[in-house]
């Protein structure tokens, strides 16, 4: 079996075929009908929540779970009410899926709002708008927190809790993204035969020459955060990357930035550090990854190297803090200030 297939079974013929009640097979769009058809009997907020073992597909069924009442709330905006409850509740209605892994603090990227009634034309209008946000978040969510793992091309390192807002008519009026748990420690390392998270690749792979310039970038294989395994069967990076620069663009984020702060991470992995158990500092052979990093980052290379080589230490009562010299493997530590407390590397989740 080619997993890569597309078996046309999540075509809009398959969605009208489980709204119409024709189709009788197992189907995410069968459990997505059934969540729509709840909202009109109920004004109690709804749940979903997405499992599975790796690679059972978490990620791929919530995009077609969200896509098919993405499609049915259009139809609703479009005829102006033709799938309105026959009994209307006091409050608006929610949905919230949730997937990917744990639990913790969140942080939200909210769609486009427009609460109250509207005239059908502004309803679909405000539908249309927030469905599609929907689908530029989740290009960006994926380019920045998935990555190939050992039993999974495109594993989602991070969890995901979407909640969709209805009002009384079925309309959709609000979408917000919450996202937790980034499993920051792959920037730094991989597991054998793993990636790093899509995005270094598709930067790498995918940006103009003027860009990668202007980045002091080279080739995924040429960095030392990113040589491991930097192809995926499947996958086209540079591809990706014009779809990421799209909806960077799409969403008003300042592209410029985002590329800067990763190609500081790439230049910050390549350096190397030199010295005894007493101090260390930026070998003679990769300063030129330091000056590259302080460039993206807006810094002088010196203050840089300080804050890497140099430990602070605040002591009570005292207005300066104590700078205390680092080996080259505390040099290495601080460079990666990674978070390995909220990892789990040994759960590939989807």
Not at 58 to 74: C, D, F, P, S, V
Not at 140 to 151: D, F, Q, S, Y
Not at 245 to 253: E, P, T
Request: overall charge negative; some cysteine; glycine content about 10%.
């Amino acid at each position: 079996m080619n997993p890569y297939e597309d078996l046309g079974n999540y075509t809009q013929e398959v969605m009208r075929a489980h709204a119409s009640g024709s189709a009788r097979e197992p189907h995410v769009f069968a459990i997505a009908e059934r969540i729509w058809k709840g909202f009109g009997e109920s004004d109690r907020p709804h749940a979903v929540v997405v499992s599975g073992e790796s690679g059972a597909g978490k990620t791929e069924t919530n995009k077609h779970m969200i896509a098919y009442l993405r499609w049915r709330a259009a139809d609703v905006a479009s005829s102006g009410g033709a799938y309105a409850a026959t009994a209307e509740p006091a409050v608006a209605k929610h949905l919230s899926s949730g997937g990917g892994e744990g639990g913790g603090t969140s942080k939200g990227l909210r769609g486009l709002v427009d609460r109250g009634s509207s005239p059908p034309g502004k309803r679909n209008s405000v539908a249309t708008r927030i469905s599609n946000t929907i689908s530029i978040a989740d290009t960006i969510l994926e380019a920045v927190g998935n990555a190939k793992t050992l039993h999974n091309n495109n594993s989602s390192r991070f969890g995901k809790y979407l909640i969709l807002t209805f009002d009384t008519s079925l309309n959709m009026c609000e979408a917000q993204f919450r996202t937790y748990l980034l499993e920051k420690s792959r920037v730094v390392r991989q597991a054998p035969f793993e990636r790093n998270f899509h995005v270094f690749y598709q930067l790498c792979e995918g940006a103009p020459p003027e860009i990668r310039s202007a980045l002091q970038l080279r080739r995924a294989e040429d960095h030392a955060y990113t040589k491991q395994h930097t192809e995926v069967a499947g996958v086209q990076d540079a591809e990706k990357f014009t779809r990421l620069r799209q909806a960077l663009q799409a969403v008003d984020v300042g592209e410029n930035d985002v590329w800067s702060l990763l190609a500081a991470a790439l230049h910050l992995g390549d350096m190397q550090f030199d010295g005894d158990d007493g101090s260390s500092s930026v070998a003679d052979g990769t300063r030129s990854s330091l000056a590259a990093a302080s460039a993206q980052l807006g810094i002088k290379p010196d203050e840089l190297e300080s804050r890497i080589t140099t430990r602070f230490i605040s002591v009570g009562g005292k207005a300066e803090d104590l700078e205390i010299p680092v080996p080259p493997e505390g040099a290495g530590q601080a460079r990666a200030s990674s978070d390995d407390d909220n990892d789990d590397d040994d759960d590939d989740g989807d």
